[in-house]
């Protein structure tokens, strides 16, 4: 990934303001009092490039006063002051210059407790101005602030209070993106916001983890209109962030990621990073947590992943189906049956003559669980039903039969050697496929079978040799592996942090990838374990 920093937040370059809309924006709020400022006059400390942002988003204008920018993305680390400048944005819209009589002002967070957060921040920033304080009413149990003068307010609310149906704000934002689970709350405000003219979006927040996901979406989106592959003066793209690449032990990277460095007195605390630093040095989670929470280090899913996304993603290569078939390549086939929580799946595995594997996956969800799935999961389930990478089978578990369909069809297209099944869920299936003369196997998922598998499918990965098509279902499903080892270091099996994640297509993967392996050499997938057999054996 190449990042796009905004340059112009630092520099000089001139931003258009010919109404004079930024200037009133950055008086107004140079005019607020923080309660933690020490200063004398405890003033709203608006940093340089805080102010260059704020005229940025307010100064250009359209010939007749409309507004050009209309929805903002700022990604922003941990410690670089965003909540308040986020409640000082909602005043300025609430009983600021900005304001609409009568308007609706909200920010929106993943749940109760960070809506919370941001919506002290303002009541301080009220109270600490006599003259605002005198026009404005806190009405903290419904975490609103009202205008008894313009008749406006502003509201925090969090994506588990229920439907907000018939919101209509003049300026909403969208705290924190990535912690959201589920994606209604942000349909019900943007559907709202066309309701007013002149509305404004923010959308502030700090990295996340995963691709498969509301906030990964919109930030996405924003790389595009920032690179320039998109044209669009409505949204400004402001991305202090870190290539998942760059090297993290570098204070100039930290620099770069986090504008509050560049002030004095710098924020956040330089001396703070580097004792996290030096724990992420020593402990692999709190390494990931730095990367993502103070340099803004866009993450996938796993605290402990099995392998390296990056490395996975060198085997995006396309993978010729028809070629596979015309050329009959002999295929192993990984089944992964499942309860009605998990995904089931099919792997097609062919060796590509170098020591490496092609892989195809065939995917199914039960379709009375589609929404409550995408809902919990945050994956795009209905989009991948749509766009047919994963099979929708009726009722509320998958009709394995339609599992046993799809294997008979890939028998007959291919060159099928074997059919690997871990018994606990597929006796029925494989005696049907049996009868037909089918050759399926059995392949417990248990440390003895599991952890060559995953070492030779980890290997494959590693060395550029796991060729997968860039499948985007299969991909999350290695995104959401953890690895499990034993004392001696072996990965025993594969492991997932939430119930509602899948690991499915990965684990269908090593069995597919192992007797692969094992069959191009005629060996028996148990005649792999090596010499250390013992170590194997142990988990």
Not at 276 to 292: G, H, K, V
Not at 311 to 337: F, H, I, K, S
Request: proline share 6%.
């Amino acid at each position: 990934m190449t990042t796009t920093l905004p340059t112009w937040v630092y520099d000089d370059s001139p931003i258009a303001d010919p109404m004079g809309y930024g200037e009133r924006a950055v008086k107004f709020l140079r005019a607020l009092r923080h309660p933690k400022n020490p200063a004398p006059g405890n003033p709203f400390q608006l940093d340089r490039w805080q102010e260059r942002i704020i005229r940025r988003i307010y100064g250009p204008r359209h010939p007749d006063g409309t507004r050009i920018v209309k929805t903002v993305v700022l990604l922003l680390p941990r410690g670089n002051r965003k909540t308040a400048l986020s409640a000082a944005l909602a005043l300025l819209h609430t009983v600021g210059p900005e304001r609409v009589p009568g308007g609706e002002v909200l920010s929106a967070a993943s749940d109760r407790k960070q809506a919370r957060l941001g919506f002290t921040e303002a009541v301080g920033l009220v109270r600490a101005h006599p003259k605002i304080n005198a026009v404005t009413s806190i009405q903290d149990y419904k975490n609103r602030l009202v205008s008894t003068k313009y008749g406006s307010f502003y509201e925090a609310m969090s994506c588990d209070a229920g439907t907000q149906h018939g919101r209509t704000p003049c300026f909403a934002l969208a705290d924190e993106l990535h912690a959201w689970k589920k994606r209604d709350l942000w349909d019900v405000v943007k559907s709202g916001l066309v309701k007013v003219p002149g509305s404004l979006l923010v959308v502030a927040t700090t990295a996340g983890r995963g691709q498969d996901n509301l906030a990964h979406d919109i930030i996405a989106d924003a790389r595009r209109v920032a690179r320039g592959d998109i044209v669009d003066e409505t949204f400004l793209p402001i991305l202090f962030e870190t290539s998942p690449d760059a090297n993290w032990r570098d204070e100039s990277v930290w620099r770069l990621a986090n504008p509050g460095l560049s002030c004095t007195p710098a924020y956040p605390d330089i001396e703070g990073l580097r004792q996290l630093a030096r724990e992420a040095e020593r402990r692999p989670n709190d390494r990931e947590a730095f990367r993502q929470l103070n340099l803004n280090t866009w993450l996938d899913s796993a605290e402990n992943p099995f392998v390296s996304m990056d490395a996975y993603d060198q085997g995006a290569g396309p993978v010729d189906l028809d070629q596979l078939e015309a050329d009959q390549t002999p295929c192993w086939l990984g089944v992964d049956l499942s309860s009605s929580i998990d995904l089931s799946v099919i792997v097609a595995a062919w060796p590509d003559g170098n020591d490496g594997f092609l892989v195809q996956p065939w995917f199914f969800i039960p379709k009375a669980n589609i929404l409550e799935r995408q809902d919990i999961s945050g994956a795009p389930y209905l989009r991948w039903v749509e766009e047919e990478l994963v099979t929708a089978t009726e009722g509320n578990t998958i009709d394995v039969r339609e599992v046993e369909n799809v294997i008979r069809e890939l028998c007959a297209r291919f060159n099928v050697q074997q059919i690997a099944f871990d018994p606990a869920l597929a006796r029925a299936t494989m005696s049907n496929l049996a009868d037909e003369g089918l050759p399926a196997i059995e392949m417990r998922q248990g440390a003895l079978t599991m952890m060559p598998a995953l070492a030779e499918l980890e290997r494959a990965v590693i060395a550029g040799r796991f060729i997968h098509g860039g499948h985007p279902v299969l991909r999350w499903t290695f995104a959401n592996a953890e690895a499990q080892t034993n004392s001696h270091g072996h990965i025993v099996r594969l492991t997932k942090s939430k119930r509602w994640l899948s690991i499915d297509g990965a684990v269908a993967c090593a069995m597919a990838v192992q007797c692969a392996a094992a069959g191009d050499t005629g060996q028996s997938i148990y005649d792999t374990l090596g010499d250390d057999f013992e170590n194997w054996a142990m988990a």
